[in-house]
């Protein structure tokens, strides 16, 4: 069998598609995650079969609506075409009627023609047409072809099958049809089908004697590409997303982009953490052992990716195993990075570093138990970072000192009573200590912790705190403010009220509020009863805004946090719901860190809880969304460019997908207000000068649409408890670019955090070799606007680096100017022999890829085959060290490295 699947794939007869490592989802995936998905899955195919299983098709058939910037990815990854099987409802009924069912889809407007990908949307989502399911699963009746039968139906079979071919004809544009046979689950029996469609084939194609046109035949995806290829046609174009996904009046798919919160910060986290353990092990040069548990992790986050995994759309046992995939994953990583600062560090005996898993719920075992602590922060970055380190400790004197025993100033302050409450957490700390850490380029810097003996000096900063609660007190407001910015806060409830720009001396009113919306909970046998669940989001209200909302209001108690590097307004909304409204003292962003849950269902209702930021920004019905945390996308409340939308849901028909940030802009005033988050959420802006993201969900009813199990996420046993950020940045649209952008990036990259307990038997010497000195792999920053997606030991005695430029064009005057980078600066420690420019996934040389060149609507002279088009970036005839990047460019190397000198 091993050697006949070899001949079939060599000759042409079984193909492979898309051959990333799981088909992922396209609305809560971070791009870098995307990436790493199929960089693996293609590494995999090529090591098994070579350049004959090199996939040059795009296959999303299953994702719950599809994104602009994933078309710009597949275009990246040399494809020449995609088809998809998801799309609106009432866009694929205009596309039928227009026959615009293929397209072209411009995938970025900063990359222009090298980002576009011709895109199919497929007849009957993934399923064979009606009555035409030969699987064991499938009740359809069988071709019976011997006449001597009762049951003969051949002459029927093959009139319905040549009407489903015609009416298909209808509906798209050359005389070239794909019919896809299959569904879910099916050739558990193949035999079964094949027999059937051969006998299909057999008779249909019979009919061509009596003057039938249509011709039967076995093909492929990239046979039926080319077949649209050599019909010459022209197509039309696409350049937004098909988000959000409705299947039907009121089935919207926009529950699932916030549906199991908790796991898509876990999938975050394991994502980010991957770069970190690439990174150390490609510059340790660690070893095979060391590659062994960097795939681990590399296979839990790509599976991860699956449009039924970090979506939030499967089983509560299913999602258990995703999260102990990741966590397995991670800790197999860990030691692949102890390893790599060990040897980076040249230490005579390896020291044994830990990590703290659980500094999401300030649990630390080893910064509440050791009287002395080594911190090693890594930097993922390509860029010097200025970070606040917060760890839980108990009450008590401390010191910190930095690289050559440098004292640190520091703020203690006694952990939030909502935080010490948590379900579960087991844990002595009682106060959390916070410092700001200076960390180099793409490495780390050591700071050493030291609990002192009572009355002990050191630069701990002094912290007040002032408690507050709804009546007897005045009216007047309270303020916290840094040299950026000022917040200004309600005395008698605590709640935000005005924020400040104090570089620009812009303020703006604005409120930061809870609400839930009631999950509606029909019983799905028709559109009108369609229940709110795992996939869908549909609020029991019949309302445009957010008054179909109930609000959650706080009964006024609320703490004020006052100290020399971190101001807090500690607001108790109410017995589930919490919050920390953090500005740190060099911060030009507010950090909004809430707590949700257990959401009580008690009174029978499933809740959506909303969180809420009001302003008087005059932004219109318009806002905009990142795609896949990179490309931003403007969105028009209660509108889609592609179709003249019948809003029959006026809430969840405005949610849109948010991986990383979504803004708001008044124009007039030219100010902008961004909220970027810490995992993918729903989000949209329902009324102007508002944005509202969706954080936690807890429903009682299935929507059938195939979990088969209501989303009520057990936690602990009464019910999730579900911790997060979101991060608020306000100042003037041209400002905002630079500041989102790097702002997004240092929080998904933030640095890694190593802890070594210090004992007697710490050799002293080996320790000062950490923490004496800070170490960078970088020889400069690189530009502000480059960052490294990607350093890793891939084959052999060879690296991939994938630099990535991270502004689109026309964003900043300066960050979205080309940026020119050397490779030497990034592996300053290694001899480079040779560089080949590869792929995105780093699988294929880019000299060797000529993607298929297509004809648009009104553009005629585009197809030209053998134009800069047909290339994904513009090589320079002599390749070097020294490439330029342009607006969101990925440019990929093989580096071979030679022997050290």
């Not at 009627?97 to 990908?117: F, N, P, Q, R, V």
Request: glycine share 6%.
């Amino acid at each position: 069998m091993h050697h006949t699947v070899h001949r079939l794939v060599k000759e042409g007869r079984l193909e492979f598609i898309s051959g990333a490592w799981s088909m992922n989802d396209e609305a809560v995936c971070h791009y870098s995650s995307i990436i790493e998905n199929f960089a693996w899955g293609l590494r995999k195919l090529n090591d098994t079969f070579g350049a004959c299983g090199r996939p040059k098709i795009g296959w999303q058939i299953d994702p719950f609506g599809h994104s602009r910037e994933q078309a710009a990815l597949f275009a990246m990854l040399g494809f020449d075409g995609l088809f998809l099987g998801r799309i609106d409802y009432q866009d694929i009924e205009k596309r039928r009627k227009t026959k615009t069912m293929e397209m072209i889809w411009e995938g970025s407007d900063s990359l222009g023609k090298m980002s576009d990908i011709f895109t199919g949307i497929l007849p009957n989502v993934y399923w064979p047409p009606s009555t035409f399911c030969f699987d064991l699963l499938c009740n359809d009746p069988p071709i019976m072809d011997d006449p001597r039968l009762e049951d003969y139906n051949v002459v029927e079979r093959v009139a319905t099958f040549m009407e489903v071919v015609n009416n298909q004809s209808l509906q798209y544009k050359t005389d070239n049809l794909i019919i896809t046979m299959g569904n879910d689950f099916n050739y558990q029996n193949a035999h079964v089908w094949f027999k059937n469609l051969d006998k299909l084939i057999k008779y249909v194609n019979a009919k061509q004697t009596n003057g039938s046109k249509i011709n039967l035949f076995y093909s492929t995806p990239s046979c039926y590409l080319n077949a649209l290829h050599q019909a010459n046609a022209s197509w039309p174009t696409k350049d937004d997303d098909f988000f959000p996904y409705a299947s039907g009046e009121h089935t919207v798919w926009s529950g699932y982009y916030t549906s199991r919160p908790a796991l898509k910060r876990m999938e975050r986290e394991a994502s980010a953490f991957l770069l970190t353990c690439k990174q150390i092990d490609a510059l340790a040069q660690l070893g095979p052992a060391d590659q062994h548990e960097v795939s681990a992790l590399r296979d839990a986050v790509s599976v991860a990716q699956h449009h039924d995994a970090v979506t939030g759309t499967e089983r509560q046992h299913v999602a258990d195993d995703y999260a102990l995939r990741l966590d397995r994953g991670v800790k197999e990583c860990q030691e692949t990075v102890v390893d790599g600062i060990n040897r980076i560090s040249n230490v005579t005996k390896p020291l044994q570093f830990e990590f703290c898993d659980l500094l999401n719920i300030s649990i630390c075992s080893i910064t509440e138990n050791s009287k002395e602590v080594a911190l090693v922060l890594w930097n993922p970055l390509s860029r010097t970072l200025n970070h606040y380190v917060q760890l839980p400790v108990v009450d008590g004197d401390y010191d910190i000192t930095g690289p050559g025993g440098t004292k640190i100033p520091f703020q203690i302050t006694p952990l939030p009573k909502h935080t010490l409450l948590l379900p579960g957490r087991l844990s002595n700390a009682t106060h959390e200590i916070l410092f700001r850490a200076k960390l180099p380029p793409l490495g780390y810097t050591a700071y050493n912790l030291k609990k002192l003996a009572k009355g002990g000096v050191s630069l701990a900063g002094h912290t007040s705190i002032l408690r507050k609660r709804a009546s007897g007190f005045a009216d007047d407001d309270f303020v916290i403010k840094n040299e950026f910015l000022a917040l200004t806060f309600d005395q008698s409830s605590g709640s935000l009220k005005y924020l400040t720009n104090l570089e620009t001396n812009t303020t703006i009113s604005i409120s930061q509020t809870f609400a839930y919306y009631v999950g509606s909970v029909g019983n799905n046998t028709k559109e009108p009863l369609r229940a709110s669940g795992a996939y869908i989001f549909r609020p029991n209200c019949t309302g445009a805004g957010p008054d179909c909302s109930r609000p959650l209001e706080g009964n006024g108690t609320y703490e004020i946090v006052k100290g020399p590097l971190v101001q807090e307004v500690r607001q108790y909304i109410c017995a589930w719901v919490s919050q920390v409204i953090r500005l740190h003292a060099t911060s030009k962003k507010v950090h909004f860190e809430w707590q949700v849950g257990p959401i009580p269902v008690g009174d029978g209702i499933g809740k959506e809880i909303v969180s809420r930021f009001s302003t008087n920004l005059k932004s219109g019905t318009e806002f905009f969304t990142d795609s896949n945390g990179r490309q931003n996308i403007k969105r028009r409340r209660n509108f889609r460019p592609s179709f003249n939308l019948n809003l029959t849901e006026p809430i969840s028909s405005n949610f849109y997908p948010v991986v990383d940030r979504i803004f708001i802009q008044d124009e007039t005033a030219g100010s902008q207000l961004t909220i970027l988050t810490d995992r993918a959420q729903a989000g949209s802006s329902l009324l102007e000068g508002q944005i509202e993201l969706m954080v936690h969900r807890r429903l009682l009813v299935d929507d059938w649409l195939g979990v088969s199990e209501p989303l009520n996420e057990p936690g602990l046993g009464e019910g999730l408890v579900v911790r997060g950020s979101h991060h608020l940045i306000f100042t003037n649209i041209a400002k905002s670019p630079r500041r989102h952008r790097l702002a997004s990036h240092d929080l998904y990259w933030h640095p890694a955090l190593l802890l070594l307990p210090v004992s007697s038997t710490t050799s002293q010497a080996d320790l000062n070799r950490i923490t004496q000195s800070a170490y960078s792999g970088l020889s400069v920053d690189l530009p502000v606007n480059i960052h490294i997606l990607s350093i890793e030991q891939w084959k052999g005695s060879s690296l991939i680096v994938r630099l990535e430029h991270f502004f689109e064009k026309d964003e900043d005057p300066v960050l979205s100017q080309p940026a020119v980078v050397n490779l030497k600066d990034i592996l300053r420690d290694f001899v480079i022999t040779s560089v080949r420019e590869m792929t995105l996934d780093g699988n294929v040389a880019l000299t060797d890829v000529h993607r298929l060149q297509w004809s648009k609507v009104d553009q005629e002279d585009y197809g030209t085959l053998g134009t800069d088009a047909s290339k994904i970036h513009r090589i320079p005839h002599d390749i070097g060290t020294t490439f330029t990047l342009n607006p969101m460019e990925i440019r990929t190397f093989q580096i071979e490295i030679g022997p050290s000198l």
